[in-house]
């Protein structure tokens, strides 16, 4: 998309400098600081990222800065307007999609977009050549009769887009514009934010996806409330050259080497990346202990350009050890097969709809197998019907060797499952949703009292046992929800989205549990939308409308996707391939 | 081009700058009844359910007493006794089991067979020759059920009353005759002060219920938020969310009257104007309360449960619509003054069953319209705090 396509953005107020200033603003829910003494400036013509995890506070400032929340204490101005004295104008200087859009659902494209044009005082009629202007910027006039509802991810979000853009603002106010939307629909979104700012515009972009903050021509950096960065992303990805490396080659050996070198002194972080692994060391650390590791196992040593998610953990202090201390006490799997699940010609129908087409494959004994796909794909319903929650309308599925049509019973009790945001009992206390998981599983007597203690011990639990699970930090609530999983020792385990919303250095904790888990050849089962957390799997199953589009390593995902201008791709580029090829085939 | 786009520039600052613009208001009343009228919920609950309500009332629930079954004990052979049980087996109200001994009966009674029973006693012959004194009969009734109970016991009397008056020759003439009318509902028929009645339920459906649905289906949704982040004001934002589901309201009481009319037989006595004034003032505290209730709970289901505690009950219970309100304790009778349906429900049995009587009308119009007023106070003050 050329620049000169954009709706072209109302000049910048005369000898306002700033696009948005942040003035020392503060914001407290009850005993929470949602935001606590921030400090930042916005510049026109630039895409800023609001980056940060759930519960950093980037929706809060988002709605102090639209006027719907007054700060507490500081001030914000928007555009040179006071989000509190001039609440009045803010809303004509800027233009906010809120989280999933604030489209009306019922309404067709074409109606969401007058309503959205006369509330800010414009009128369809009069102003066709800027409605005809909108709709081919975002693609949508092919579909303006069509009901918002009944749009994909993506094309709502061209339309949110759109509403937001209606009076030409001087700024954009994005909250979270990339959820449940599938990486091709996000490439696009890209594309117009890009010609936006070209514009002048000054778009801000806020996101949990740490990667996004790459794409940014600047930063802000939110972390429980507090600003932990401000500028470009390469000026904190900067900080780790010379510091990050990637050992090559380590095959099957990966995760023991993970481990080991995640409980080096020096190494502050590191992640499995294919079929290597990639580290971080701490800041002024010797390279000295890291490069023997690498000799002892033959590998390969090389300097790996550094990501903004290992700089951010960098900057919270490293992530945690490679030890898993629940995996530790966990004895060895033995399975009288080498195959953990297996299904064929898995199909489900909802009516007319089908949500899962002839899905096959077979998963090994200890390995981590991932499911991927954009919202709708698929990953959920195939997931559900692999641990028997849903009966296929075809097909079979087996889970250590047991059929699950027609023994359900005696394959649950042989896998553990943690639903998609963690599912734990709001009215019971921690103690009691852990005792009701060993209860269902019949666990009885001294062993249950021994395997209740032993994940208190391991998740670090003492403290909250009486508090209800809603009021645990996020990445507490997901310890809580794996141990309540894992309590009768299943060896498969269904992971269904573990690591949504759950900021980086719990995510790191999280895999470090999930890797020493496999290493005892417990089968893990996972769906995710973190694209680099692929990384983690053996091997990926790649879903793409209902089908299977892609089974194999990530190593070999990424190679059928390199190309000469992309030698090196990520895994969400090999996505972007594979859905673009099937697209075209279909067509 | 650049000229244009500076005038248009300006025209929108202008526009927004203003607290209310008569064509935002109007894009979200569009907006809204596009919304209700491709909400086949909508219709249900506005067209649908009053249908049903009111054949139920009309013809399901009935507080009057037919046919209710007794039993008749004739312990004596006398030809006045038998004169008497005929009386009772004449008459329509009452379905009569005779029986020679009170025992047969007792296990009737206990099972719900019967709801009483009459005993004419061995010496009634000789009770009636006497001069004044004691009892004829004695009248056993289901205690469990007191409507019926007490009905029973008049019956039965009225019954013995009325046969000494007509065919006991030797009895003594009354002095006085009591022949009572019953103004307003000559026969007393429950139908036609219940339907009128449920036209005011059906409103706190609309009015409350919908209204708080809706309203929360936008917080929830999250659009409440972009519409808030436009140059539209919290007061657009309401009327223009109410007026639709104001005129559904009118519509439906409209047709809830005219099935009340035309295929109940209930009589209008008053005029129509005066109906529908009435409907329009209760509209307001009914819309108030569904404002309030969706700007506290902006989630649909708890929404719904407020609406159904706060309105729909005791717009059912405590209006006077269902149960009298003079014969509740003085406690729930004093809640019953903030029920905004009581006023309404007294102003509609008036229209329909009396005719326009100002002197009713107005402290009732005046009352909703109070309450109404609290309401909408109370909501725009947790809307204009929107986010916190």
Known sequence: MRPSDAPAAAAPRAGTEDAVVIDGVSKRFGAVWALRDLRARIRYGRLTGLVGPDGAGKTTLMRILTGLLAPDAGRAAVAGFDTVADKEAIPVATGYMPQRFGLYEDLSVMENLRLYARLRGMDAERNADLFAELLAFTRLAPFTQRLAGKLSGGMKQKLGLACALMARPKVLLLDEPGVGVDPVSRQDLWRMVQALTDDGMAVVWSTAYLDEAERCGSVLLLNRGELAFDGPPADLTGRLRERSFRLEGLGARRRAVLAEALDLAGVGDGVIQGAGVRVVLRAGAEAAPIRALAAREGARLAPAPARFEDAFIDLLGGGPGGTSALAEGMPPVDLASDVAVSCRNLTKRFGDFIAADNVSFEVRKGEIFGLLGPNGAGKSTTFKMLCGLLKPTRGEAHVVGLDLRRATGAAKSRLGYMAQKFSLYGLLSVRQNLEFAAGVYGLEGAARRERIGEMIAIFDLGAWLEAPPQTLPLGHKQRLALACALMHRPPVLFLDEPTSGVDPITRREFWTHINGLARKGVTVMVTTHFMDEAEYCDRVAMLYRARLIALDTPDALKRGAASAARPDPTMEDAFIRLVEAEDEAAA | ?388
């Open chain 2, 1 to 388: 081009m650049n000229r244009v786009r500076h005038r248009r520039g300006a025209e929108i600052e202008g526009a927004a700058a203003r607290r209310f613009d008569l064509r935002r208001l109007l894009a979200l009343i569009r907006k809204e009844s596009l919304q209700a009228w491709r909400d086949p919920s909508t219709l249900l609950i506005a067209f649908v359910l009053p249908a049903v309500l009111l054949f139920l009332f009309a013809y399901a629930v009935s507080l009057d007493v037919r046919r209710v079954r007794i039993g008749l004990v004739l312990e004596s052979q006398g030809a006045s006794a038998q004169a008497l049980a005929a009386a009772f087996a004449a008459t329509p109200y009452l379905d009569v089991t005779f029986a020679r001994d009170r025992r047969e009966l007792t296990g009737k009674i206990v099972s719900g067979a019967l709801r009483g029973y009459v005993v004419i006693p061995q010496d009634f012959e000789h009770r009636l020759a006497e001069p004044g004194g004691r009892p004829l009969t004695q009248v056993i009734t289901d205690g469990s059920l007191p409507n019926t109970a007490s009905f029973v016991a008049s019956y039965a009397q009225g019954v013995v009353q009325t046969w000494r008056a007509g065919a006991g020759p030797e009895a003594p003439r009354a002095a006085l005759v009591l022949e009572p009318r019953y103004w307003f509902n000559a026969e007393l028929e429950s139908r036609r002060s219940l339907v009128p009645g449920a036209i005011a339920i059906v409103m706190t459906i609309i009015g409350t219920m919908l209204t708080a649905l809706v309203v929360a289906r936008e917080w929830e949704r999250g659009t409440m938020e972009a519409v808030l982040s436009t140059p539209a004001s919290v007061a657009e934002i309401l009327i223009g969310k109410l007026s639709p589901y104001f005129v559904l309201g009118m519509l439906s009481t409209l047709a809830a009257a005219g099935l009340a009319i035309f295929v109940f037989q209930v009589p209008l006595r008053g005029s129509l104007p005066a109906l529908l004034v009435l409907s329009a003032v209760f509209m307001v505290p009914a819309l108030g309360q569904g404002l309030l209730i969706s700007s506290l709970a902006r989630n649909q289901f708890l929404a719904a449960q407020i609406a159904l505690f706060s309105g729909f009950l005791p717009a059912f219970m405590l209006s006077g619509f269902l149960f009298e309100i003079d014969s509740m304790p003085v406690w729930i009778r004093a809640i019953t003054f903030l029920v905004p349906a009581r006023y309404f429900v007294a102003s509609l049995k008036t229209v329909f069953l009396a005719g326009d009587i100002g002197s009713v009308f107005l402290p009732n119009l005046l009352t909703m319209a109070a309450i109404g007023l609290v309401f909408f106070l109370l909501a725009k003050r947790a809307t204009r705090k929107s986010l916190e």
